[in-house]
């Protein structure tokens, strides 16, 4: 899980939640198949953590979520499909995880050496972090 804080505020890209496989390229076959590596985007997640904005007003506003988003990866590194599955609460926060997820370039998954078109679930958290003091132990 990857994670980054920035103005008071993180996203934190969790690993993929779901995978299921896809032997066609078309986003709406629904043959599953196995496979061993998921699609990751190019440069690790670190690269989508970078792309990731907290929207202004969401921390303004004080809002924490996770947003889950379906992504379909093609066999040859295409993203093909992107949608919301599950909202965090607060559209522009499932905004800015659908335009991070847009905005990198996507390594296919694999079966064996082989690389397939997948359907992944990925988890995208928002979180307001905390600006408690330090605790210092007694002398």
Known sequence: MTSTAFAGARTTIGSVLMLIALS???PQDTTRVAF????EPRGGFAALQ???VYP?????????GKAVIEICISDYNELL???LHQSSGDSACDRAAIDAIRAVE???????????????LMPVQFKLNDHKPEEKPLP
């Open 24 to 26: 066609a390229a078309k």
């Open 106 to 120: 996507w390594i296919a998954a694999k079966q064996g050496e082989n690389p397939v078109t997948v359907t992944v």
């Open 56 to 64: 202004q007003s969401a921390r303004m506003a004080g809002f924490e």
């Open 50 to 52: 970078q792309a990731m």
């Open 36 to 39: 061993d590596k998921p699609p």
């Open 81 to 83: 499909d992107v949608k």
